[in-house]
């Protein structure tokens, strides 16, 4: 089946510094979307993109949609606390009926 | 708005039981669909539905049954259940058409002894 590699598989931050992950395809997706997962609790969406080349914010996320609609990313500026958890981006395959394929997530944590 | 409730948070069976796992959206959303997380494996779908009395199968349906009998409902049912099942459950809906976001139910705990 179609998968989705997500990387980096964990990181640690600091507060203050910036974060970068990404996800990354062999086939076209229609939309590319980001959740966060605290412990215990179900993931909440963080961005959603339609568009090839869109680069859409949330507060100190950014998001793109790759140009060859393979790929996106996900940035995190100026990092806090809070920010710590999994990040999933997932993507809709086209032609599917809206189902999504997800990635195994990237894990933020605070360096010790 | 309750958004996505699912109904246990935490069930603990014997091999061999059958369960119920229920998901309630308030949205008015025309997609559920139910997902099971492994650790090192992300979320992995098992069944789905494109609006009321529709089902269809995931990409990990064996050993489930699902029913979709109103719009605001989706029941996840395991009739005999066994360890390789122990997860976490979580349930999600969106409205369908050419929006694909979905929004998550705070998950279930299962552990199948």
């Known amino acids: 089946g179609q998968q989705l590699n997500q990387s980096p598989q964990s990181m640690f931050i600091q507060e203050g510094e910036d974060v970068s992950m990404n996800c990354t395809s062999s086939?076209?997706?229609?939309?590319w979307l980001w959740y966060k997962q605290d412990p215990g609790e179900g993931p909440v969406l963080l961005i959603a993109?339609?568009?090839?080349?869109e680069l859409t914010s949330n507060g100190r996320l950014t998001a793109q949609f790759g140009i060859t609609r393979k790929d996106s990313f996900l940035n995190i500026s100026a990092s806090i606390p809070s920010d710590v958890g999994i990040y999933f981006c997932?993507?809709?395959?086209?032609?599917?009926?809206?189902?999504?394929?997800f990635g195994k997530g990237t894990k933020l944590s605070v360096k010790p | 708005n309750a958004g996505v409730t699912q109904t246990p948070k935490f069930r603990v069976l014997k091999t061999g039981q059958s369960m119920t796992l229920l998901c309630a959206q308030d949205?008015?959303?025309?997609?559920m669909y139910w997902y099971r997380q492994d650790p090192g494996m992300g979320l992995r779908l098992i069944h789905y539905?494109?609006?009321?009395?529709?089902?269809a199968k995931g990409e990990v349906p064996d050993g489930y049954n699902v029913s979709r009998l109103k719009k605001q409902n989706f029941l996840l049912g395991l009739e005999s259940a066994a360890p390789s099942q122990t997860s976490v459950y979580f349930c999600?809906?969106?409205?369908?058409?050419?929006?694909?976001?979905?929004?998550f139910g705070p998950g279930t705990r299962l552990t199948v002894l």
């Open positions: 999600a809906s969106s409205y369908g058409g050419t929006r694909h976001e979905q929004f």
């Open positions: 086939s076209i997706f229609n939309t």
């Open positions: 993109l339609y568009k090839a080349g």
């Open positions: 997932a993507g809709q395959p086209r032609g599917s009926q809206g189902n999504l394929i």
């Open positions: 949205m008015n959303h025309e997609y």
């Open positions: 539905s494109v609006g009321e009395g529709t089902t």
